[in-house]
T-cell receptor, first 113, second 115 residues
Framework: DTEVTQTPKHLVMGMTNKKSLKCEQH?????MYWYKQKAKKPPELMFV???????INESVPSRFSPECPNSSLLNLHLHALQPEDSALYLC????????????FGPGTRLTVL | AQKVTQAQTEISVVEKEDVTLDCVYE???????LFWYKQPPSGELVFLIR??????QNEISGRYSWNFQKSTSSFNFTITASQVVDSAVYFC????????????FGAGTRLFVKA
C-alpha cells in the first residue's frame, strides 16, 4: 500500500485565521516532507522530517510551522498567511535513506483571502 | 548546484503517436538519483521511475521507456502509442546529498493527447 492521505482536500482561510493541514502514512516510512506548488509550477520543498526530527527547513516564513507528532503523522500549522500563500500543499513520505522514492498525497488546495 | 531542465513546456500529440519528454540535469555529485513523476489534473504526483547514478540501464515498462545517458546528463522519457489518459504534467526530478538529501523538480512538461 503506497498511500499517503491528506486532509482537508480544500481549505479557505482569512489572513487572521489559524488552521492546520494533516498528512498520514502507514508505509513505515521515517521521512516525511511538505512541498508547496503554485499553479503551473513544480513542487518546491518546504520541510523535511527524518525520524520525527526536522532535518531540512528551506527558509520558510515562520507563519508556516511544521510538526511531526509520530512516525505516521505530519502537520503543517498555518497562521497569519498572505494571499500569495495560496497554493497546493503536498505531503510526501519515503524511507530516510538517500534518494529513496517519495510517495505523494493528493494535496490540500489552500486559498487565503 | 543541482538543476533540472525540461525544455519542452507543452507537447500536443494525437492518440497512438509516440512522444519523448526530455530531461537534462546538472549535478556535481557522483551519487545522485533521478525520478519521473506524473501529475494528472487531479493534482496527485504519481511516481513512475527511479534511477541511481550508477545504473545506466534503460528501462521499459509497458508503453513507457526511459533512456538514461550520463555522458549527456539526460534522462528522457518516451511514451509509445500515447493514449488520452496520458494527458498530464510530467516532472523530472533530481535528488542529491547537500547536507541532507534534497529533491528538486524540473519545470514540468504538459502533455496533451488528443483523441
Amino acid at each position: 500500500d503506497t498511500e499517503v492521505t491528506q486532509t482537508p482536500k480544500h481549505l479557505v482561510m482569512g489572513m487572521t485565521n489559524k488552521k492546520s493541514l494533516k498528512c498520514e502514512q502507514h508505509m513505515g516510512h521515517r521521512a516525511m516532507y511538505w512541498y508547496k506548488q503554485k499553479a503551473k509550477k513544480p513542487p518546491e520543498l518546504m520541510f523535511v522530517y527524518s525520524y520525527e526530527k526536522l532535518s531540512i527547513n528551506e527558509s520558510v516564513p515562520s507563519r508556516f510551522s511544521p510538526e511531526c507528532p509520530n512516525s505516521s503523522l505530519l502537520n503543517l500549522h498555518l497562521h497569519a498567511l498572505q494571499p500569495e500563500d495560496s497554493a497546493l500543499y503536498l505531503c510526501a513520505s519515503s524511507h530516510p535513506r538517500g534518494g529513496d522514492t517519495q510517495y505523494f498525497g493528493p494535496g490540500t488546495r489552500l486559498t487565503v483571502l | 548546484a543541482q538543476k533540472v531542465t525540461q525544455a519542452q513546456t507543452e507537447i500536443s500529440v494525437v492518440e497512438k503517436e509516440d512522444v519523448t519528454l526530455d530531461c537534462v540535469y546538472e549535478t556535481r555529485d557522483t551519487t545522485y538519483y533521478l525520478f519521473w513523476y506524473k501529475q494528472p489534473p487531479s493534482g496527485e504526483l504519481v511516481f513512475l521511475i527511479r534511477r541511481n547514478s550508477f545504473d545506466e540501464q534503460n528501462e521499459i515498462s509497458g508503453r513507457y521507456s526511459w533512456n538514461f545517458q550520463k555522458s549527456t546528463s539526460s534522462f528522457n522519457f518516451t511514451i509509445t502509442a500515447s493514449q488520452v489518459v496520458d494527458s498530464a504534467v510530467y516532472f523530472c526530478a533530481l535528488s542529491e546529498y547537500t547536507g541532507g538529501f534534497k529533491t528538486i523538480f524540473g519545470a514540468g512538461t504538459r502533455l496533451f493527447v488528443k483523441a
